[in-house]
DNA sequence: AAAATGACGGTGT
DNA sequence: TACACCGCCATTT
C-alpha cells in the first residue's frame, strides 16, 4: 500500500495535524523529507486526491497566511474553517505563535 | 525527454 | 502591509 512517494508522505502528515492547529507547507514538506519542497507541497494540496480525508485547510503559508484553497469560497472559507476549528487568527494571517502544530512540544 | 507550472519561502524596496 | 525578484522543488503537460 503506501508507497514511500513523496506526496504521500505530505498527504500522511496533514492527516495528522490535530484540529485546531495548522502547518506551513515548509514543515509539512520538511517532515516529508524536503525541506526546500514546500512549492511542490502547495502542488499536492491543490491536486488532493484525498480531499475530505485530507485537511489541506489546516495547512498555511510559511507567514501564517492563508493562500490558494481550490474549495468553495476559497481562503475565506479556509480562514472561517480555521477558526471554527479554534485557530487563532491575527488580521488575515494565522497566530502561528499559538496555532502552530510544531511550534512547540 | 524537455519545458512550463504553481495553494512557497525568503529578501529587498 | 504591498509589491517585486530570485531560488527551490516535484508534478503535469
Known amino acids: 500500500m ?4 513523496f506526496r504521500e508522505q505530505v498527504y500522511a502528515l496533514a492527516r495528522q495535524i490535530p484540529k485546531g492547529f ?3 507547507y515548509g514543515q509539512l514538506a ?6 526546500r519542497a514546500a512549492r511542490a507541497v502547495g502542488f499536492f494540496m491543490k491536486t ?3 480531499a475530505p480525508r485530507t485537511p489541506c485547510h ?6 501564517g497566511r492563508l493562500t490558494g484553497y481550490s474549495g468553495a ?3 475565506a472559507a ?3 474553517m480555521l477558526q471554527s476549528e479554534g485557530v487563532v487568527f491575527k488580521g488575515k494571517k494565522v497566530d502561528l505563535s ?8
Request: net charge positive; charged share 20%; aromatic share 2%.
Open 22 to 24: 495548522v502547518a506551513t
Open 2 to 5: 503506501a508507497e514511500s512517494s
Open 98 to 105: 499559538v496555532s502552530s502544530w510544531l511550534k512547540k512540544t
Open 58 to 63: 489546516r495547512v498555511v503559508a510559511s507567514d
Open 78 to 80: 479556509k480562514r472561517a
Open 30 to 35: 520538511a517532515l516529508a523529507g524536503h525541506p
Open 48 to 50: 488532493n486526491p484525498d
Open 73 to 75: 469560497g476559497g481562503v
